[in-house]
């Protein structure tokens, strides 16, 4: 009888554990590539209310190989503002699927601001290239007024980034091509203008603007609060422009162009089949498995001794 009992015991433990391993196996996390990007071309303010969004164009993918890249392109108007005088807004961004763990990198990339009327942008999406912006555009095509203190004038204004998951990181740029700043006295010029760089470094001002006009170029988030970056996610403006209160108030005008943001593009383990809060059911379901497993064996062999 002892010998009967120990060998039952034996049987239920070990159909207990099969059953486990076979819940276990079915929990195992699978990897995730994700990739996201965010592209906006333009947001203006008059004296701190917003009179220009433009929608933006916000990306992310899964990273399921059955679905394609998601891509976003925009060409949202000015919105009927004088201070976008010429040009033509553009936002576009694009999020690629990895192939974790050895596969290639999830990808993903943003371009946006301000280009001639007559021009294109657009995310070379051809996964063994980088992902760069391209653009076309006439000579002197933006215009852009500063509340009458100054004109920027330039054939395209463009914000850029591009992310991968693996190494985790990113890089953002901008390009300002043929820009120059023109100071104004009710309307007319004073002095000659002054130009602005290429590829300016992160966070550059625009100096010999006098006290009531402030142009930052390539502005990206400080090391330090607030906000401190996130880790693995670039971002930059190309132009953030502001025409000061003389008064201290909210500036008067306020101007950002070009803004994108890349990332994080992260390869992370799946939320588990079975999540911690459905571990008691998942243990129970176990266990049920494990009697159920034990009465049929023992049926099993009773209805072979009675044949004997």
Excluded: W, Y
Aim: charged share 10%.
């Amino acid at each position: 009888m002892i010998k009967r009992l120990r060998h039952t015991a034996k049987m239920g433990a070990l159909m207990t554990v099969a059953a486990t391993g076979l819940l276990v196996a079915g929990a195992t996390p699978a990897l995730a590539d994700t990739s996201e990007a965010t592209a906006r071309a333009a947001r203006l303010s008059l004296l701190g209310a917003d009179v220009l969004v433009t929608p933006g164009c916000d990306v992310e993918h899964p990273s399921d190989q059955s679905l394609p890249p998601v891509v976003c392109n925009a060409t949202p108007g000015s919105g009927g503002q004088p201070t976008l005088a010429t040009g033509l807004l553009a936002e576009t961004a694009v999020a690629n699927p990895g192939s974790p763990p050895a596969g290639t990198p999830a990808t993903s990339a943003a371009c946006a601001g301000i280009i001639a009327g007559d021009g294109t942008l657009q995310i070379g999406l051809d996964p063994a290239q980088p992902l760069d912006c391209s653009f076309t555009g006439s000579p002197d095509g933006v215009v852009i007024d500063l509340g009458g203190l100054a004109e920027i004038r330039a054939d395209a204004i463009i914000a850029e980034c591009n992310a991968t998951s693996v190494p985790q990181g990113g890089v953002a740029t901008v390009t300002f091509v043929n820009a120059e700043v023109q100071l104004l006295v009710l309307g007319i010029p004073t002095g000659p203008p002054i130009p602005i760089a290429s590829n300016p470094a992160p966070n550059t001002p625009v100096l010999g603007l006098g006290p009531l006009l402030s142009i930052n170029l390539n502005q990206q988030p400080a090391d330090t609060p607030p906000p401190p970056p996130v880790p693995g996610q670039v971002s930059t403006t190309a132009l953030n422009a502001t025409v000061l209160d003389i008064l201290g108030g909210a500036p008067v005008l306020e101007l950002a162009l070009g803004t994108v943001t890349c990332g994080p593009n992260v390869v992370a383990a799946d939320v588990p089949v079975i999540p911690l809060e459905g571990l008691p059911i998942a243990l129970a379901t176990v266990a049920g498995v494990g009697v159920i497993a034990l009465v049929v064996h023992r049926r099993r062999r009773l209805a072979t001794e009675t044949q004997i």
